[in-house]
């Protein structure tokens, strides 16, 4: 993968700061991708420091007008983009029942939508060359229900049956789709689900009142785990993969 180029969307934060960094190490060129320009820059500097070569493209991913200029200006200055990882996402949590639209939207917007303009302005230019490979990061809970998350699974569950599909599609051009199912992972994302210090232990242990099982492993994911199968994914090693799940989540889902 040394040499090439990678655009990661949600690269100030999170599992997909992490992606952006294991893939730097392996020497590819990173357009890094966020909504927030201030964390983005700090992260690029950061990896810098460490001999990665990141380039900071601020995008709003909701936006297809600003996400065509971002690819656009991405592989003018650092060279076609070879591999494009979804990572970027929010959460809103809530009973289905009471959600508010504006939560429904937003988490739709940034977590499906976001993942279709990205993917579209990438692929197309990958087709004109036949290669590439795209990873999105969804969740187990796209295949698994969770109280109070029902519009990010759901925004999750067709973020991954949509890069499915595409990779359906653009198989015969050589491009590979794939999608990486986190479990609990411990980013800001998770912490932001905890109230107290029992946070950690009932993302390990589950929660019977709401049909969750824990973690058979006895460990939250790192974001690095995370980043390990998604360079795995992205590399010659999985190059006859396509249109897969790959779920890391210790067992959470039981295999499933």
């Known amino acids: 993968m040394e040499g090439t180029t990678a655009l990661v969307t949600g690269a100030a934060g999170g599992i997909g700061r992490a992606v952006a960094l294991t893939l730097g190490e392996r020497g590819v060129l990173i357009a890094a991708v966020d909504r927030d320009p201030v ?19 601020p995008t709003d991913v909701t936006s297809s007008a600003d996400v065509e200029r971002t690819v656009a200006a991405a592989e003018s200055e650092l060279g076609p983009i070879e591999h494009l990882v979804n990572a970027a996402g929010i959460l809103r949590l809530g009973q289905a029942r009471a959600f508010t639209d504006e939560d429904w939207n937003a988490t739709f917007a940034v977590n ?18 036949a290669r590439g490979s795209l990873v999105t990061v969804a969740s187990n809970a796209a295949g698994t229900p969770r109280a109070d998350m029902a519009a990010y699974a759901a925004s999750k569950a067709a973020a991954t049956m949509f890069t499915k599909s595409l990779g359906l599609e653009v198989a015969r051009h050589g491009i590979r789709c794939n999608v990486v199912a986190p479990g609990s992972t411990d980013t800001p994302m998770l912490r932001s689900m905890w109230h107290d210090e029992s946070g950690p232990r009932g993302s ?26 998604v360079a795995f994914l992205l590399s010659d090693e999985a190059a006859h993969i396509t249109l897969h799940t790959l779920t890391v989540d ?3 889902t039981l295999g499933v």
């Open 112 to 129: 499906t939508t976001g993942v279709f303009h990205v993917s579209r302005a990438v692929v197309n230019r990958m087709a004109e060359r």
């Open 250 to 252: 210790g067992g959470a």
């Open 204 to 229: 390990i242990e589950g929660h019977g009142d709401t049909y969750r099982v824990g973690i058979p492993l006895g460990r939250l994911a790192q974001p690095r785990h995370i980043a390990d199968a």
């Open 39 to 57: 964390a983005l820059r700090r992260a690029v500097e950061e990896w810098a420091d460490q001999g990665v070569k990141a380039v900071a493209f």
